[in-house]
């Protein structure tokens, strides 16, 4: 079974300039997730998605930040304009029906110059 | 909101020592998990607990689920290289009808052979 798919997965702007990052999840996931990981830090959640609803996005700076999941299942996080503190890993997991555990992609790697 | 406080930050050992690492929350969780980071990589789930009080092991790892739900350890016997790596805890609850999982700041891991 092929796991949680993301691209890309290093990514380099200057601040202000706007970046957005693609998560494929495992097939029949239903569930997904899109979280942010600063360096030294466990990974913190930015919003939450079933099928193509969105069922938290309280943690979700809604000024820059945009997330969405059209189809209900690849999804795309967006940033705009990024800033210096939003160098970070984003990392996109997916959780299927009757499974209690979310599997994670490998992350994409922002650095904000 | 709720935080996990997990220790130690960072542990340095030899090959074959025994590892100790916990979690505590002033916040009550459903389900304890753990996982390990590898670099470049998404946390893989190892050991998954359900109930207070609940020892689970998995190999040479053993987890517990606290009494009073607001804490978790994990053990790692007989450490190999394998292992190294950054262990995060994370506690799992359900708000407005959605799991939510809260992350440690992580504990990172180093073996000397």
């Known amino acids: 079974e092929a796991g949680v798919a993301q691209s890309p997965r290093y990514k380099i702007i200057e601040k202000r300039q706007s970046v957005a990052f693609w998560c494929n999840p495992i097939?029949?996931?239903?569930?997904l997730y899109w979280y942010q990981q600063i360096l030294g830090q466990g990974p913190k959640l930015l919003i939450q998605?079933?099928?193509?609803?969105?069922?938290?996005d309280s943690q979700l700076p809604k000024d820059r930040f945009s997330a969405e999941r059209l189809k209900g299942v690849d999804s795309t996080l967006k940033i705009q304009p990024a800033k210096l503190e939003d160098s970070a890993v984003y990392l996109c997991?997916?959780?299927?029906?009757?499974?209690?555990?979310?599997?994670f992609g490998p992350g994409t790697r922002l650095t904000v110059l | 909101g709720q935080q996990l406080n997990q220790s130690p930050q960072s542990m340095f050992i030899q090959e074959g020592e025994d590892v100790s690492m916990n979690c505590t929350s002033s916040?009550?969780?459903?389900?304890w998990l753990w996982y390990k980071q590898d670099p470049g990589e998404g946390p893989v789930l190892l050991i998954a607990?359900?109930?207070?009080?609940e020892l689970t092991s998995n190999g040479r790892l053993t987890a517990q689920f606290g009494i009073t739900r607001k804490d978790s350890f994990l053990n790692i016997s007989a450490s190999i290289p394998s292992d190294v790596g950054i262990y995060f805890c994370?506690?799992?609850?359900?708000?407005?009808?959605?799991?939510?999982?809260?992350f440690g700041q992580g504990t990172r891991l180093t073996i000397n052979p």
């Open positions: 997991a997916t959780e299927g029906e009757s499974a209690n555990e979310q599997f």
């Open positions: 097939s029949g996931h239903a569930t």
């Open positions: 998605f079933q099928n193509n609803g969105v069922v938290d």
């Open positions: 916040s009550i969780f459903n389900t």
């Open positions: 607990l359900y109930k207070a009080g």
């Open positions: 994370a506690g799992q609850l359900e708000i407005q009808g959605a799991q939510k999982l809260v």
